[in-house]
């Protein structure tokens, strides 16, 4: 039992250094650049982070995938207990997203994700229309309003 408990402490010192060795930024942005956290989320599907549980405990594993309620699903994980003194190793996990504190994940991701969000508002502009008499949409003929207002 105490040869599988240090080897158990050995895996997990070994892990968390390779995810020490990350460059981890937490979701809290700076105020020049908002971005939703699912976005970010999204974007870091496949990457390696850290979930701290408002019981207490963390989680250490790859993302696999999210939903619109924050509800994680991990990979490769590694669980610590409250006080640090106990570890389980997992092939899967799942996190419900209302007991989640805090996530940590490493700076490329922010980085991904900053790209995809400037190229959707790229697309979104180039889209042209816009809605209410914008033009382009369903109705009579091209740039034809109804109603007070029609300049023809």
């Known amino acids: 039992v105490a040869v599988a408990c240090l080897f158990v402490c050995l895996f997990v010192a070994a892990a968390s250094e390779s995810f ?3 460059c981890y930024q937490s979701i809290y942005l700076s105020a020049a650049k908002t971005m939703l956290p699912l976005t970010l989320l999204k974007a870091g ?3 390696p982070m850290l979930v701290e549980l408002k019981s ?3 989680y250490n594993g790859r993302l696999v995938g999210c939903d619109t309620f924050m ?3 991990l990979s490769d994980v590694v669980c610590t207990s409250q006080n640090g003194d106990r570890f389980w190793k997992m092939p899967t996990c799942y996190i419900r997203g209302s007991s989640i504190k805090y996530l940590r994940m490493p700076d490329d991701v ?3 994700a900053m790209d995809q969000e400037e190229q959707q508002q790229k697309q979104f502009q180039n889209r042209g229309g816009g809605g209410r008499g914008g033009g382009g949409g369903r109705g ?3 740039y034809q309003g109804r109603g007070r207002g029609r300049s023809d």
Do not use: Q
């Open 20 to 22: 020490s060795s990350c």
């Open 56 to 58: 207490g405990e963390t």
């Open 140 to 142: 009579r003929g091209r």
């Open 71 to 73: 509800n994680l699903n």
């Open 45 to 47: 599907t496949g990457a």
């Open 110 to 112: 922010m980085e991904k």
